[in-house]
């Protein structure tokens, strides 16, 4: 049963489950105090700013009339009844602060606590023990990791510590997902809380804001690789807690600092081209219009290599490298559109058809005493195939009419065999040079509405 009782009639437990049992109420009070004192002040400051949480009582067990035994919520009733009586402190100095909090309070002290009343003692146990003995294989309330707690307070009081802030720049830039039980947070705090230790990773923390000062795709590298190293040997806090201790761990990982200087990647975007091509800014996130997008990037959820060629693709810019962008823009788009056609079951119906057609054909063959046709063992749709079959009404793969109109507007008019021709030149055609241009339009008339299908 839930009652609202008055604090003068909650007696503080002198048999309670957090120390050995004392004779009375005022002796209960005075450990808990003893043990306890300036954590019950705190909590009976934050009682009179918010009050209680209606949503959780305290356990009570009814011995008189009017008279009812905590059974759990005893600092709480001892936080409050120091409130309303501070000379129920023994110690001066903590009793001058309850006066004081008392002096400006008086007005908002608690009258009633929310309780529920149990019939005995037992029928309580059980509840008690689960809110404070752990998990108990699940059924009991599990303690919060410290990056659950970083979760809950960006979420509601806007704070995030530096560690969660590198968990979900990595989470963002790599498109995985990051263990944080397995990854310490606590120790990945204290890595970075010194600067020279923060050089070898390439951030930098200022007003508690973590920002990467070396080449992008060369500092989320050595955050993933750290990651990883913390994650299996399970690197404690206490393993890299003095500065000494947590260099030396960075250099037998990474060897060299980072710094907003390094030209240490060796990813293609550091590999510098000799002729004076025009650099494009904010290497390895790739914003342009006419080319991968890191929101496209982060879009597309589907075929694993897929996914890594587009997050390759971002750092390899065509203004740079026109040969390497093209040929990797080839690759891209029809392995992107065999995926998605295979995961819905087209390509079984593409290779039918094409056992529909040649039989078909020898029909016909037999029939003007011509030689058959014999289908390539283990035969699969060319890229060509593929967007055929794609720009067909039929097939009902694009259901927006829109889209559906872009690709037959493509796949049927001149400019398809010089899109699908141009593309394949950037494979086979020992003499085709392309430029930046070739590559980033066929991106923009063609690839961007093949991965807005796709994705």
């Avoid at 500092?219 to 990651?227: D, G, P, T």
Wanted: proline share 3%; charged share 35%; with cysteine.
């Amino acid at each position: 049963m839930k009652q609202d009782i008055n604090i003068k009639n909650l007696i503080v437990n002198p048999d309670n489950y957090r120390f050995d049992p004392v004779d009375n109420q005022q002796e209960a009070i005075d450990l808990m105090l003893k043990e306890k004192g300036n954590e019950i002040f705190n909590l009976a400051s934050h009682i009179l700013e918010n009050g209680l949480d209606k949503a959780k009582d305290s356990r009570v067990l009814k011995i008189k009339k009017d008279k009812f035994l905590v059974l759990d919520g005893n600092r709480r009733t001892t936080a409050i009844k120091c409130l309303h009586n501070p000379s129920l402190v023994r110690e001066s100095a903590l009793k001058i602060k309850f006066q004081k909090l008392l002096k400006n309070n008086k007005n908002h002290i608690i009258e009633e606590v929310n309780c529920f009343i149990y019939e005995n003692e037992e029928d309580a146990a059980q509840w008690i023990k689960l809110d404070h003995t752990g998990k108990n294989s699940g059924i009991g309330q599990e303690s919060w990791g410290s990056a659950s707690v970083d979760r809950f307070s960006y979420k509601f009081e806007g704070k995030i510590s530096p560690a969660m802030q590198l968990v979900n720049l990595l989470e963002d830039k790599t498109n995985t997902k990051i263990d944080t039980k397995k990854l310490k947070i606590t120790t990945i705090n204290r890595i970075i809380s010194n600067p020279e230790a923060r050089e070898y990773i390439g951030v930098s923390v200022k007003n508690k804001q973590v920002s990467i000062e070396a080449k992008e795709d060369v500092s989320i590298s050595r955050i993933e690789k750290l990651f990883n190293k913390i994650i299996k040997d399970d690197v404690k806090v206490s393993e890299v807690y003095d500065k000494e201790k947590s260099i030396d761990f960075l250099k037998k990982l990474f060897k060299t600092k980072l710094n907003k200087n390094s030209t240490k990647n060796t990813s293609p975007v550091d590999k510098k081209p000799t002729s004076k091509a025009k650099q494009s800014p904010n290497n390895g996130t790739l914003l342009e219009k006419d080319w991968i997008t890191e929101n496209l990037y982060r879009g597309y959820t589907k075929q694993n290599r897929v996914k890594r060629i587009l997050k390759e693709m971002k750092y390899i810019k065509p203004d740079n490298y026109e040969n390497v962008s093209g040929v990797s823009l080839r690759v891209l788009l029809e392995l992107a559109l065999y995926s998605f056609l295979e995961d819905n079951g087209h390509i079984k119906k593409i290779i039918d058809n094409e056992k529909n057609r040649i039989k078909e054909e020898n029909i016909k063959r037999i029939k003007n005493s011509k030689a058959i046709i014999e289908m390539k063992k283990n035969w699969s749709p060319s890229f060509k195939d593929m967007l055929k079959y794609m720009a067909e009404e039929k097939s009902n793969i694009v259901s927006d009419p829109q889209k559906r109109k872009a690709i037959e507007k493509l796949a049927k008019n001149k400019d398809y065999k010089e899109f699908v021709d141009d593309m394949n030149s950037f494979i086979h055609n020992l003499h085709y040079n392309p430029d930046s241009k070739d590559v980033k339009n066929i991106w923009k008339k063609f690839g961007k509405i093949i991965f807005d299908i796709v994705s």
